[in-house]
Nanobody, 114 residues
Framework: QLQACGGGLVQTGGSLRLSCTVSGSSFRFNAMSWYRQAAGKQRELVAFITSGTTTTYADSVKGRFTISRDNAKNTVYLQMNSLKLADTGIYYC??????????WGQGTQVTVSS
């Protein structure tokens, strides 16, 4: 199971840090990612991290968001800085095992206001 938290209401230019804790013993082998879904839009990939430290980002968040992981805590983070109105949405974490099994967290709402 995945438990995401850290969302909230923030003004433009502000920061938030999302966390997603994963139960089980396979976390360190799993690739982790954050997706978001704005109202009326499709879910989109925001950031991805391999079981190591390789990361990729959507162009819209490069330079502002940082994904990281702490294998000792079974937790993946998304540090979001310089938030924009367009960053508003529900953020989901996703875990994928090396053998292809994917699990999703329940989502956490991020609202950026002007």
């Amino acid at each position: 199971q995945l438990q995401a938290c850290g969302g909230g209401l923030v003004q433009t230019g502000g920061s938030l840090r999302l966390s997603c804790t994963v139960s089980g013993s396979s976390f360190r082998f799993n690739a982790m990612s954050w997706y978001r879904q704005a109202a009326g839009k499709q879910r989109e990939l925001v950031a991805f991290i391999t079981s190591g430290t390789t990361t990729t980002y959507a162009d819209s968040v490069k330079g502002r968001f940082t994904i990281s992981r702490d294998n000792a805590k079974n937790t993946v983070y998304l540090q979001m800085n310089s938030l924009k109105l367009a960053d508003t949405g529900i953020y989901y974490c996703k875990s994928q095992t090396p053998w292809g099994k994917a699990d999703w967290g329940q989502g956490t709402q991020v609202t950026v206001s002007s």
